[in-house]
């Protein structure tokens, strides 16, 4: 009976000491993530590309997307950039209150829309892809690596998108609580083929912290969508 229960004390010990570490991890994890949080001015540049797998092995060469991103508090300016797409250039100006500008370049037109004061509020916690990651329940850490030059912690979710299980990688930066990079494995069901699967990389890079003055987000200072169409419900004004 003293060694049953020396065994069960052990076992105990174990849980407690595995429910600590998880503890623990969690609460790392969880104050990584708040500094993101806590940023208030921020500019910085992602490159995306279709990395091969084993059943695609085609390669696409260059960076299929590139933005630039600027955000400070409720104003937000993203640029992307894509060769493969007929809009070789998409403008999204966001200032407070909710207004939003598009800017298409195969078009030529801005489109304008008021959202309402809560559209910007969440702009930067989904540009930075942090949503997903905040109280994921499959949320894994697969330990630390050097991205580049800085430290980062690598976390895995996997999560369910209409029937096929999606995984995703992060690698992300612990000073910063933002991301370095991100991989993620996609099902083609969507365009009739169900097995093939491919991986997204997603490099984030070029990070400012500097404080962005707002002029950055005045439309008159755009010179692609001063030259444009600005189109607001259905109006068409130069």
């Keep these: ?71 400070k508090k409720d104003y937000s300016r993203k640029e992307i ?10 403008i999204q100006v966001s200032l407070p209150k909710g207004v939003e500008y598009i800017y298409n370049s195969y078009s030529n037109k801005t489109e304008k829309f008021d959202w309402g004061p809560s ?27 050097t991205a580049g030059d800085k430290m980062a912690t690598v976390l895995e979710i996997i999560y369910d998108l209409d029937g096929k299980e999606q995984k995703e990688k992060y690698w992300i930066w612990n000073d910063k609580g933002v991301p370095l990079k991100t991989e993620t494995e996609a099902n083609l069901a969507y365009f009739g083929m169900d097995s093939l699967k491919i991986k997204i990389v997603k490099e984030y ?25 600005i189109v607001t419900k259905g109006e068409d004004k130069k």
């Design 1 to 71: 009976m003293k060694t049953n229960g020396k065994i069960l004390i052990g076992i105990a010990l174990l849980f407690i000491n595995s429910a600590a570490c998880c503890w623990a991890q969690e609460n790392k994890i969880s104050d990584i993530l708040s500094k993101a949080e806590k940023i208030n001015s921020i500019y910085f540049e992602t490159t995306e590309t279709i990395a091969e797998t084993p059943n695609f092995p085609q390669s696409f060469g260059d960076a299929i997307e590139r933005t630039k991103i600027w955000f």
């Design 81 to 90: 950039m894509s060769e493969s797409a007929n809009a070789k250039k998409v």
């Design 119 to 145: 559209f910007n509020s969440r702009f930067l916690e989904l540009e930075l892809k942090l949503t997903l990651l905040k109280k994921n329940k499959s949320l894994k850490v697969l330990g630390t690596e």
């Design 205 to 229: 890079k070029n990070y400012s912290f500097e404080n962005i003055p707002e002029s950055i987000f005045d439309i008159a200072n755009i010179e692609e969508i001063k030259n444009s169409t």
